[in-house]
């Protein structure tokens, strides 16, 4: 508790201070106690953390440490930057494409969706389903283009039928990359995921910012001459930091169409304790755009959506590789 003796209050200031605090309950010949109103006295909320920022720390003093420059704060300030303006010096950085990219579609399983809806998503005309996807029945080399009826791009599709909203299937993109060093659970070594995106989605009428998340899923595996045994999921999550703001505007006079282009950083090495089980000498990375799951109709008809990106991954390097 604070104690204040003698205070002069400018007269300007006077009734704006005392809105700060309570009536008077206890009077004394050399005072009086007040308190302050709970309003005025709520913990601040802690600023929000960067977490791209927080790991692009994270490299620079790994790579300070490694490298042991003699002017290491000028060395730091240097690559921070580079990795800001997404540059990676090949002194510092292995920079690795993917030796195998193929994309696996699924089909959901429709059910009636149980959970109390909104009233203003209550649509009778779009009436939501329960969606749920478990192992794509079907894999193939991802398409350059929009591909083919049977061997679509990566993406999803819904459309309504007898007034029910519901996903027509979902594929997921897979890269798998070679990694230059090994990497375990317990060593920093620094490794990202450069993403250059184009999502484009097709629609009725309108269009929803959900169906451009941006969804990358890496895990770190072992493999030994042959191609290690590919577990059978489908990832249709997403998290809060996958969607990025945007415009949502059409491009298309006669039914809604927007694409949207971004170019983003993230760690692969997230969730570590989990994704790193054996010394892995493999990286792979699924990348999605969920499908709307029988509910994010945004009430159109039909919904189609496309998305194409190029991942490179940068492993951090030390004098000695």
């Known amino acids: 508790m604070a104690k204040i003796k003698s205070q002069s209050i400018p007269p300007s200031l006077l009734a704006d201070y005392c809105g700060l605090l309570t009536t008077p309950q206890k009077y004394q010949k050399t005072g009086m106690t007040m308190g302050i109103k709970p309003s005025t006295r709520q913990a601040l909320k802690p600023p929000q953390t960067n977490e791209l920022l927080r790991v692009q720390l994270a490299a620079a003093s790994w790579l300070v440490d ?25 002194q510092y950085w292995y920079t690795l494409t993917p030796v195998r990219d193929r994309t696996e579609r699924g089909f959901p399983e429709i059910e009636a969706y149980e959970r109390p809806v909104n009233d203003q998503y209550n649509d009778p005309l ?29 993406g999803w599709k819904g459309t309504v039928i007898d007034q029910i909203w519901r996903d027509s299937w979902f594929a997921q993109r897979r890269l798998i990359y070679e990694l230059p060093v090994i990497i375990t659970k317990d060593d920093k070594r620094p490794v ?71 170019q983003i950083l993230r760690d692969a090495r997230v969730h570590n304790a989990e994704s790193i089980l054996t010394p892995a000498n493999r990286l792979g990375v699924i990348i999605t755009t969920p499908p709307s799951r029988g509910v994010y109709s945004a009430r159109n008809d039909n919904v189609r959506v496309t998305h194409h990106e190029d991942l490179t991954i940068y492993v951090a390097k030390s004098p000695n590789g």
Not at 129 to 139: L, P, Q, R
């Open 192 to 262: 990202l995921m450069g993403l250059d995106s184009r999502v484009t989605a097709t629609a009725t009428f309108r269009g929803n910012s959900i169906w451009f998340a941006r969804g990358l899923w890496p895990y770190f595996f072992h493999e030994d001459g042959a191609e290690a045994k590919i577990i059978n999921y489908l990832m249709t999550k997403w998290n809060k930091g996958d969607i990025y703001p945007m415009d949502l505007i059409s491009t298309n006079q006669d039914y809604w169409q927007c694409t949207n282009t971004i």
């Open 66 to 90: 490694q490298w042991n420059p003699h002017f290491g704060s000028q060395f730091y300030s240097d690559r921070l930057s580079e990795m800001k303006a997404h540059v990676f010096d090949p």
């Open 126 to 154: 779009h009436i939501q389903s329960n969606c749920v996807y478990t192992k794509w029945s079907a894999f193939y080399d991802t398409p350059l283009d929009e591909g083919t009826l049977n061997r679509p791009a990566p």
